[in-house]
């Protein structure tokens, strides 16, 4: 290779290593903004919980969980994946183990997937599992509860419509300084064990709260916020996830694009270093046979 052309090279290789700083720095910075949101949802869940302990504990209010009518209940698996690149197998661990999950149930053949993110989508459709809706998933935080609010009503609709009976979310999640995983959780059946455990837990305050009103509604309401705080809660720990991926993967493209930019900076001082020292023992030549023609 000449030396033009391996300068050339290295010019496009800085080139390259600018913009895959950059791309890691941004997502570094989304990771901490999701992260951050991610504490206030959990906040906002503790909230909630605090709301169906002190209806669970009302002598007046009794929750009685509706029984699974089926062997094999009509499943709901949401999905929740990235529409971005250099995640490797981001989309693709979470359809896995959503199959799988579902699979060692004896879910998998009355499923149906509602898929966020186009990717996953995509994937569900080259997969020929069945698809109830797609939707695609905003990098803003803004719109996450807006997300979160579509995918409800969707759910909703299909309940009505085709007698759902159990319904799942599976998202990547990463805890502080832990490696990510897929998590699933249940949105239906309502976690029964979970609501009687509120109802014997000790009320921290000195006296339960005073309810005024109607018992039935209120817990409508907060079944429909608990449903959207998880939903709300994927998709954010997915983002947050996302990025920390892509940011990992541009740390390790940095290092190779390091690596590369100093061997060929080495190749090309040694290069540049046999050109000079060609045209040095060509001037030498030269001057030498100049001396013998000054000579005769």
């Not at 199959?99 to 080259?126: I, W």
């Not at 579509?150 to 832990?178: C, H, P, W």
């Not at 005024?212 to 998709?235: D, H, P, W």
Request: with cysteine; proline share 3%.
């Amino acid at each position: 290779m000449s030396l033009e052309a391996l300068n050339k090279r290295i010019k496009t290789t800085t080139d390259l290593r600018d913009i895959v700083s950059t791309m890691k720095m941004l997502s570094s910075v989304s990771v901490g903004q999701y992260e951050r949101a991610l504490v206030s949802l959990n906040a906002y869940a503790q909230t909630i919980r605090e709301g169906f302990q002190g209806l669970l504990q009302n002598d007046a209010f009794f929750y009685t969980p509706q029984p699974i009518k089926t062997p094999h209940p009509k499943t709901v698996a949401i999905v929740i994946g990235s529409d971005n690149g250099l995640v490797g197998r981001f989309n693709r661990d979470v359809m896995t183990t959503a199959k799988n999950t579902l699979a060692e149930r004896n879910l998998l053949s009355d499923a149906c997937f509602l898929c966020v993110g186009k990717r996953m989508g995509l994937m569900a459709e080259t997969q020929k599992l069945p698809i109830a809706a797609t939707y695609a998933i905003s990098n803003s935080l803004k719109e996450i509860a807006t997300v979160a609010a579509m995918v409800l009503m969707k759910l909703n609709d299909i309940i009505a419509k085709q007698q759902i009976e159990q319904v799942f979310v599976f998202y990547t999640y990463r805890q502080s300084g832990m490696v990510q995983h897929v998590e699933m959780r249940q949105l239906m059946p309502l976690p029964y064990t979970d609501l009687q455990e509120l109802k014997h837990h000790k009320w921290e305050g000195k006296s339960l709260p005073l309810i005024t009103a109607e018992r039935e509604k209120l817990f409508s309401a907060l079944i429909n916020e608990y449903l959207t705080v998880i939903l709300a809660q994927g998709l954010t720990a997915s983002l947050a996830s996302e990025h920390y991926t892509r940011m990992v993967n541009m740390q390790q493209a940095e290092q190779n694009i390091d690596a590369s930019l100093e061997e060929m900076n080495l190749t090309y001082q040694q290069l540049r270093q046999t050109s000079i020292t060609d045209e040095l023992i060509d001037i030498v030549s030269g001057a030498e046979s100049m001396k013998k023609k000054d000579k005769k």
